[in-house]
C-alpha cells in the first residue's frame, strides 16, 4: 500500500489530466529473431502533445525498484526522465535539447508493420547502427524511446540488426491522456544518472579517508582500531545476507600522503564468530600468541598456516603501491601527466558470500616505514545477481603475507627449503569441485632478488604436484602514470617499468584458481614449493602466498 500511494503521489505530480482521445502501444523485445523470455513489456501512452514510456510491470505496480518513466512534450520536443529509487526517494531531470539535436538520415523503403505503412530511418550512435521503422498513419508521435519520437508513431526500433523492440499492439481510447506538469526532486543529468545507478546495488562503507603510517601516534577510533603502530586498520562490519547471492567487488582509493616507495598492501577478512584461534589474537596479543610455522630452517614464522585450533588471515585483495602518487605530483616530466590516485577493483564474490550474514574484522595493511604513509579510501558493493544456489565452504589454509612486519611478523622465508610451506587439514566431509584460490608474489633482493627473477612456483597435494606455474607481470610500464616518484636509469628506464614476480607498483595480483576436483572425506597435506633466492649481502628475497580451499 505505501508503494502503491508513492506512486499516486509521484505520478500525480509528474502530470495532469485532460479529456482526449490517445493511444496505448505495446511493445515487445526480441534478440537474433528470438523474444526474450519473461520479459517486461513496454507500455507507451500518446496523444498529440505528450507521450509516457513505462512498462507493464509498473502500470500494474510490479516493478522493482528502482523504475524509470519517461515523459515527452512534443510540442517544445523536451522530456523529463523520472526514476523511482526507494518506496521514499524519487529524482528526475529534464532534457531540452536531445530530441532535438538527433541526427536521422530519412530513406526510402517501406515496410507494413501492424497493418500500418511504415517508412525507414537510421542513425548511428556510439557505432551502433540504429534502424527506425515509423508510420505517419496515426494520429500522433510516440517511441518505445525517445530516439524518433518527433518521426511520427515509431513502431519498430533495431539495433546492429540483431537485437529488435516491436509494437505488437495499439488500442485507441477515450480516456484522460499525460499532460506536462510540475516535477519534483529535480536534480541535473549527471546527478541523476549517477544516483540511479547507485541505487541498483549496494555499498558498504569500510574505511574513508584513513591514513596507513608507521607511527607510535596512530590512534584508534570507536570504527576504526589500529595495529602494528598504525600499517593495519581494522573495521568490525556486517556483511548482509544478500551477499550469499549477489556478486560482491571491493573497492580501494589510494594517494601517498608522505611515503614515496612502491608497497605491499593487503586487504583481509578476520571471523568474530569462530571456534578457533584466529589472527586477531596476534593483533591484540602480540606476534607470538600466534601458533608457530617450522620447517626445519631453523626459523618461527608466526600464524602462516592453518592448524586443527587456528584459522589464518583470508586474504580479499593483494595491492601495490605506487610509487608516491598525488604527494609527488610536483616531480615534472615533459609529456607526463600524473594521476591524482589510483584506484583498485576486484570481485570477491567467492570469498565473501562464505560470511553472508556475519559479523566480521575487515582489514587493510600497507607496509611502511614513513609517518605520512597513505591515506585509503574502501567499500564493498554487492550486485543482485540470480546466482547458482550452491552450498560451499571456504577453508583458509595458508598466508605468509608478514601484515604485522611492523610489529616484528617474520618474512615469508620459508621457501630456502625443499619442505617449502606445509599444512595439513581433515575435511569431515566430501567437498566437491574443489579449488584452492592461491596469491603469490616475489619480493626483496636486487638485481638478482626473487622480485626480479621468475621463480616457479609448484603446489602439491598429499605429496603428488596439482600445479605449477612461473607468476611473471611484464606490463609494469603500463603504470608509468601512477608512480611520479619512481626512479629513472641510465638505461631509459623507470623503476616501475620494470617486469616482476606477479605485481607492479599500483596494481592488484590476482588470484590464480588451481582445480582440484572431488575430494573424499579425510586427512590433506598441501605443499607450496619455490626455488628461493639465497641473500645477498643486507638483502634477502621472500615470498608472500596464501590460499584458500573452496568447495561445494
Not at 550452491?390 to 618474512?411: C, I, R
Amino acid at each position: 500500500m505505501k508503494y502503491y500511494l508513492l506512486k499516486i503521489f509521484l505520478f500525480s505530480t509528474f502530470v495532469s489530466f485532460a479529456q482526449e482521445t490517445s493511444y496505448e502501444i505495446t511493445y515487445q523485445k526480441s534478440s537474433n529473431g528470438k523474444i526474450i523470455e519473461n520479459q517486461d513489456l513496454i507500455k507507451v501512452f500518446a496523444t498529440q502533445n505528450h507521450v509516457l514510456l513505462s512498462t507493464e510491470n509498473i502500470e500494474s505496480n510490479k516493478a522493482t525498484l528502482p523504475f524509470e518513466r519517461t515523459l515527452v512534450d512534443i510540442k517544445d520536443l523536451s522530456f523529463y526522465q523520472s526514476a523511482t529509487l526507494s518506496s521514499n526517494k524519487s529524482i528526475s531531470f529534464k532534457d531540452n535539447e536531445a530530441i532535438k539535436n538527433q541526427k536521422l538520415e530519412l530513406l526510402p523503403d517501406t515496410k507494413k508493420i501492424l497493418g500500418y505503412v511504415c517508412k525507414k530511418a537510421k542513425t548511428i550512435i556510439n557505432s551502433n547502427t540504429i534502424d527506425i521503422w515509423y508510420t505517419n498513419e496515426v494520429n500522433v508521435k510516440a517511441s518505445p524511446l525517445v530516439l524518433g519520437v518527433n518521426l511520427g508513431l515509431v513502431l519498430e526500433i533495431t539495433r546492429n540488426g540483431n537485437s529488435t523492440t516491436q509494437a505488437i499492439k495499439i488500442q485507441k481510447k477515450k480516456s484522460k491522456s499525460t499532460i506536462n506538469s510540475k516535477i519534483e526532486n529535480t536534480v541535473d543529468a549527471l546527478t541523476y544518472k549517477d544516483l540511479l545507478w547507485k541505487s541498483r546495488f549496494t555499498t558498504i562503507p569500510v574505511f574513508k579517508n584513513e591514513i596507513i603510517n608507521f607511527s607510535s601516534e596512530s590512534k584508534s577510533n570507536d570504527s576504526v582500531i589500529r595495529f602494528a603502530n598504525g600499517t593495519i586498520a581494522l573495521r568490525k562490519i556486517q556483511i548482509p545476507s544478500q551477499a550469499k547471492s549477489s556478486i560482491a567487488f571491493l573497492d580501494l582509493m589510494e594517494q601517498s600522503n608522505g611515503d614515496a616507495y612502491d608497497r605491499t598492501g593487503s586487504v583481509f577478512i578476520i571471523p568474530i564468530s569462530n571456534s578457533k584461534q584466529t589472527f586477531h589474537s596476534g593483533l591484540e596479543k602480540g606476534k607470538d600468541a600466534l601458533p608457530f610455522y617450522e620447517n626445519g630452517n631453523g626459523r618461527k614464522y608466526q600464524g602462516v598456516v592453518a592448524t586443527s585450533t587456528y584459522e589464518p588471515l583470508t586474504e580479499l585483495m593483494r595491492f601495490f603501491t605506487p610509487f608516491g602518487i598525488k604527494q609527488y605530483n610536483h616531480i615534472q616530466l615533459k609529456d607526463k601527466s600524473w594521476e591524482d590516485q589510483v584506484a583498485y577493483r576486484q570481485e570477491i564474490t567467492d570469498v565473501l558470500q562464505q560470511y553472508a550474514g556475519q559479523e566480521v574484522w575487515i582489514g587493510a595493511f600497507i607496509g611502511n616505514y614513513d609517518k605520512g604513509g597513505h591515506k585509503i579510501s574502501m567499500n564493498l558493493t554487492l550486485h543482485p545477481e540470480d546466482l547458482p544456489s550452491k552450498s560451499t565452504k571456504l577453508f583458509p589454509l595458508f598466508n605468509t603475507t608478514n601484515v604485522m612486519e611492523m610489529a616484528g611478523q617474520d618474512y615469508g622465508t620459508m621457501f630456502d627449503v625443499d619442505k617449502g610451506l606445509e599444512v595439513k587439514i581433515s575435511l569431515s566431509q566430501p567437498l566437491k569441485n574443489a579449488k584452492i584460490r592461491y596469491i603469490t608474489t616475489g619480493h626483496g633482493g636486487w638485481e638478482n632478488g626473487d622480485e626480479f627473477v621468475p621463480k616457479k612456483n609448484t603446489i602439491l597435494m598429499n605429496g603428488k604436484e596439482v600445479f605449477q606455474f612461473t607468476p611473471w607481470r611484464q606490463d609494469c610500464g603500463s603504470y608509468r602514470q601512477f608512480n611520479p616518484a619512481s626512479g629513472n636509469f641510465p638505461n631509459g628506464l623507470s623503476s616501475s617499468d620494470y617486469s616482476r614476480a606477479n605485481w607492479c607498483p599500483g596494481m592488484v595480483t590476482t588470484p590464480t584458481y588451481i582445480d582440484l576436483g572431488d575430494l573424499p572425506a579425510g586427512e590433506y597435506t598441501f605443499q607450496v614449493k619455490i626455488p628461493q633466492g639465497k641473500p645477498e649481502g643486507g638483502s634477502f628475497s621472500s615470498w608472500n602466498v596464501s590460499g584458500i580451499l573452496i568447495g561445494e
